[in-house]
């Protein structure tokens, strides 16, 4: 639910999150975020990368 809320207010819509969420991302060691969030340490990994984004720090 955190994830979710913070991804939307990061990206414009629904669509870009989701298209974000299933796409590998470099910062994520090539893992994809929806992979990531199994349990409570890749939750914190995604968050982190968000609040990244949301600053517009790009790795």
């Known amino acids: 639910m955190e994830v979710t809320a913070v991804g939307l207010e990061v990206f414009d819509s629904q669509e870009d999150f989701a298209a974000w969420l299933n796409a590998s ?7 994809r975020p929806i992979e990531l969030l199994r349990d409570s340490y890749g939750k ?6 968000l609040h990244r984004i949301d600053q517009g720090i790009f790795v």
Do not use: G, K, T
């Open 25 to 31: 991302s470099h910062a994520l060691s090539n893992r």
């Open 44 to 49: 914190e990994m995604v968050l982190s990368e």
